[in-house]
């Protein structure tokens, strides 16, 4: 879809209520610090994914003494005369919307628009655990596979369900557990699949951005997805294969699965493994190195969409706090990776330098209350 034209809030964070018009290009979003600038742009992250980037709850988003908390986008459209519309109204159960519809699954809401956020909290990718790194990585790959999520919640629900018969073991329990192995090959084969193929694009993208925006003289990032019974060789394209692969992993690893009461091998276990320079960043990397590497990735997402770009898919990017231990060359470079996206939302203290002299749409924040400035 387009880029986003307007942002209805109520009860989000600290804001009560607000209706904000955003336009193609840079919006600026400016005022001190714990006013709610950031909160606008994790509004506009929960409506492309469903999730947030400082929070996995949506209890923590909800204005504080509110059940509910409700937003609602509106996006332009190659076509003039259409108008594209989502919503989501939350509170112990969740009401989704797309055009006045209503619909039952996130994966039929989620990645409506294209959306990069580059946030301090990418830190995490970088150091936190194996399964922040997964959720990274699915979350980049359906922008580009749309079929990844549904295949993603079908391996999910039977490895929930297959870990449930593993911790209670019986006769029985076995004839249901190869039916869920079956779902597990096939769903967890085109995971594999989505994951591999999109890795492939992004570790290309990332040899370059990485060296753009660190310097000439800079290590390179690279990264390797590793998969638990499935050798790293394994011809990404080959979706049978990753079948047979997979099916061979579960059989060897019935009895281990069997005493430890769940599932050992499979993508459930994947890692994304970040390196700069041949050095592992998440057990050896600097401070800077790491948030330099998660800088990279990000840019590296935003560069596999735009060398994929089709008409109506434009991306919008969301920029909070991420400059600031970037010397003056290097936050030049950020800039311009960034600014050759569609839609570039920009939370600061202060206008950047590098944003001076670009014709944006100026906002002050305070107390959650937004004004054109």
Excluded at 157 to 170: C, D, K, V
Excluded at 270 to 287: D, H, K, P
Aim: charged share 25%.
């Amino acid at each position: 879809m387009g880029t986003l034209s307007r942002l209805e809030l109520r009860n989000f964070r600290n804001v009560i209520q607000e209706d904000i018009s955003f336009f193609p290009g840079i919006n600026l979003f400016l005022g001190a610090n714990g006013q709610g600038k950031t909160n606008l742009l994790e509004a506009v992250c929960y409506l492309a994914f469903l999730r947030s980037f400082r929070t996995h709850g949506w209890r923590e988003l909800r204005r504080r003494g509110s059940d509910t908390m409700q937003l609602h986008g509106r996006f332009t459209h190659p076509d003039p005369a259409f108008r594209f519309e989502l919503g989501v109204s939350q509170a112990e159960r969740r009401s989704l919307v797309v055009n006045a519809t209503p619909v039952d699954r996130a994966s039929e809401f989620i990645h409506r628009f294209l959306c990069v956020p580059l946030v301090p909290e990418d830190r995490s990718i970088i150091k936190g655990a194996a399964a922040e790194r997964r959720r990274f990585l699915d979350i980049a790959a359906s922008q580009v596979h749309s079929a990844h999520v549904l295949h993603l919640q079908r391996y999910r629900e039977a490895l929930r369900q297959r870990n449930a018969l593993l911790r209670q073991w019986t006769d029985a329990a076995a004839r249901v557990c190869a039916a869920y192995d079956a779902v597990l090959v096939r769903s967890g084969a085109q995971v594999e699949w989505c994951r591999r193929s999109y890795v492939g694009e992004l570790a290309a993208a990332l040899a370059e951005t990485s060296v753009r925006i660190g310097g000439p003289s800079s290590a390179p990032c690279s990264i390797e997805y590793c998969c638990p019974g499935v050798p790293r060789e394994q011809p990404r394209q080959e979706v049978d294969a990753l079948e047979t692969i997979l099916e061979r992993a579960l059989a060897r690893s019935a009895d281990r699965d069997r005493r430890e009461g769940h599932t050992c091998v499979g993508p459930h276990r994947a890692e994304l493994v970040v390196s700069m320079g041949g050095c592992l960043l998440s057990s050896y990397g600097s401070e800077g190195e790491c948030r330099r590497a998660a800088l990279a990735l990000r840019l590296s997402c935003l560069k596999v969409l735009q060398d994929r770009r089709t008409t109506g898919r434009e991306t919008v990017v969301l920029v909070d706090d991420v400059v600031g231990e970037l010397d003056r060359t290097r936050r030049g470079l950020f800039f311009e990776a960034v600014l050759g996206a569609d839609q570039v939302l920009v939370a600061a203290t202060d206008t950047p330098v590098e944003l001076r002299d670009v014709a944006a749409h100026v906002y002050s924040v305070e107390s959650g209350t937004v004004r054109c400035a």
